[in-house]
């Protein structure tokens, strides 16, 4: 256990910091997972930018990297684009 007491600090902060990453990650992973199991490319539309919105906001937040969060949009919106493509052939 910590003896001194910033330690004693700096271990509440990282406790507070992991639950609160923890719950945005789960929220990402479910954003994902929503844009994934659309059904037509309206609304996998709407869902990926519910999802953009989710995932700027955990950059800005710190919980993951800026490119990370690019990287994944850019996917996202790979997947919601085929979509429509897939659909009219």
């Known amino acids: 256990m910590a003896v001194h007491l910033s330690t004693i600090k700096r271990s509440r902060q990282n406790k507070k910091r992991r639950l609160r990453n923890r719950t945005m990650k789960t929220t990402i992973r479910k954003a994902e997972k929503r844009v994934r199991q659309a059904e037509n490319k309206d609304d ?4 990926l930018q519910e999802a953009s ?22 996917r996202m919106a790979k997947k919601v684009n085929r979509l429509g493509t897939s659909a009219s052939d």
């Open 44 to 47: 996998a539309a709407v869902r």
């Open 53 to 74: 919105s989710i995932f700027d906001r955990a950059a800005s937040k710190g919980v993951l990297h800026r490119r990370t969060v690019s990287r994944h949009k850019s």
